[in-house]
């Protein structure tokens, strides 16, 4: 079924946006017309199994990267899916997620 595309006036709908916000906001105009063409974000597996293994392990972003031994905005680069982690990390972040444990025992190796 395909989604009626409406016709919205951006700049009306930003206007009324910031003013509630009390502020300008930069990037707001282009994000409504992403909505409005029906471009959203976009959540991949690989960003999934990222945010699964660092909340079974129990770590805020910068413990679970310092336990990884990854700097954190890496690791936040792979939460957001601005870059994917390479092959071996996922292997690493499946077994964390089966096997919660393991995430302690990198500590302790």
């Known amino acids: 079924m395909a989604m009626k595309k409406m016709n919205v006036d951006i700049e009306k709908v930003a206007a009324a946006i910031e003013s509630d916000a009390g502020e300008s906001l930069p990037d707001l105009r282009q994000a409504l017309l992403e909505a409005q063409a029906g471009l959203g974000r976009v959540t991949t597996p690989e960003q999934i199994l990222v945010r699964q293994a660092?909340?079974?392990?129990?770590?805020?972003?910068?413990?679970?990267?310092?336990?990884?031994?990854?700097?954190?905005?890496?690791?936040?680069?792979?939460?957001?899916?601005?870059f994917a982690p390479p092959g071996g990390v996922l292997c690493l972040l499946r077994l964390i997620v089966k096997h919660p444990e393991l995430s302690q025992e990198l500590a302790e190796a």
């Open 54 to 82: 660092r909340e079974k392990s129990g770590l805020t972003q910068a413990a679970f990267a310092e336990r990884i031994q990854t700097p954190v905005a890496t690791l936040r680069d792979w939460e957001q899916g601005r």
